[in-house]
């Protein structure tokens, strides 16, 4: 699961508009990012199994950042972020914190079993990544429908349409080049580039978002 991911955070800001779509965009990736950060330092562990089907990711120790209790502890943490850093509404940071909690659900969708429902014990996952066709018609139909909703919000409060295309297009060029195998299948390229491009689709987010000052 990776663009399907934001699906989440469009409709997050189409249900709650008054957080920044660049914190539902950071939020949905923020424990891949924080597995990214991990990965690099050695303390989560992935290697690439090129006969595995879909995904060629055997993510088999990660309990800081996709375990049950983890995913709790840091949507927990990206909602005090946000209502503290950011002074966002109650409301809002609730929904920044469901939307870093969307992560597993999505994750539990596509991964074979690697998600712990505890620390090091019970891994879950529904394998969908074993069937390439059907995850990607998943991943691409659920990101069509947040789309849909945050351009809805737009279109009503008589906004231009462009953010929202051209959001759309950089995360379609994104799908595209995570589907070509890895670069480097060694911990520091894989989680350096996976928090890359994490980093700019938040940018792309923050830019679409940008309101002129009046
Ligand atoms: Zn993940």
Known sequence: MFVGHYAASLAAKAIEPRAPLWTYVIGAQLIDIGWGGLIMAGVEKVRIDPTLPGSSL????????????????????????????????????????????????LDLLVHRPDLELWFGDGKVGFGLWNYPVPEQAVEIGLLA?????????????????????????????????????????????????????????GLAAWAADRRKAA
Do not use: E, N
């Open 145 to 201: 429908l947040g789309a849909a909703a945050w351009a809805w919000l737009r279109g009503r409060a008589g906004q231009s349409l462009w953010p929202v295309l051209a959001f759309l297009a950089l995360l379609v060029a994104v799908q595209i080049a995570a589907m070509l195998p890895p670069l480097g299948g060694d911990p520091v390229s894989m989680g350096g580039s996976a928090i890359a491009v994490y980093l700019v689709v």
């Open 58 to 105: 055997d993510l088999y120790h990660m309990p800081y950042t996709h375990s049950l209790p983890a995913v709790v502890l840091w949507s927990l943490a990206g909602a005090l972020a946000v209502r503290f850093v950011l002074r966002l509404p109650v409301r809002a940071a609730v929904f920044v914190g469901l939307a870093v909690f969307s992560h597993w659900i």
